[in-house]
C-alpha cells in the first residue's frame, strides 16, 4: 500500500537523478537516495545499515540545500503557497533525517544494532488528531 510520501520519494529521486556522479562517493550517495525514495514511497519509513549513516546523512543534507538555495526561491516568487509548505517540510524533514542518521550511531544505546530503521514525520496534508 503506498504512503503519502510519493511527493517526498519523488523529490529525492529528482536531486540523486540531477547531481553530477563522477565522484564515487557522490554515487554512493544518490544511490542511498534513490533507494531510501523507493522505501519512504511505499511505507514512509526506510532501513539503513550502520556503515551507510554519514554517506546517507550528507545526501540528505545535500537534499535540503539544493531545495533551500534553488527551488524554494522559485515557488517564493511565484505565491505558489502549496508548493512552498511542501518545499518546506522536505527541507526540515531532510535535515531532521541527516541529524539522525549521524546520532543514532553514536548513541550507547544502539551500540550493538548493524542496521536503522527510520520513520519519517506525517506529511503537510495529513490528518491532524483532535
Known sequence: MPSDYGFYAGILRFVA??????????????????????????????????????????????????LQERILPEALNAGNEGAVEQLKWTIETSLVMAAELVKRPANEEFKDQDRFTFDLPATPNAPTVH
Do not use: P, W
Open 17 to 66: 537523478k540531477k547531481t553530477e556522479t563522477d565522484d564515487r562517493e557522490i554515487r554512493v550517495m544518490m544511490g542511498h537516495l534513490a533507494g531510501i525514495a523507493d522505501a519512504i514511497e511505499q511505507s514512509g519509513r526506510f532501513m539503513i545499515e550502520r556503515d551507510n549513516c554519514e554517506s546517507a546523512a550528507r545526501a540528505f543534507a545535500g537534499v535540503a540545500k539544493f
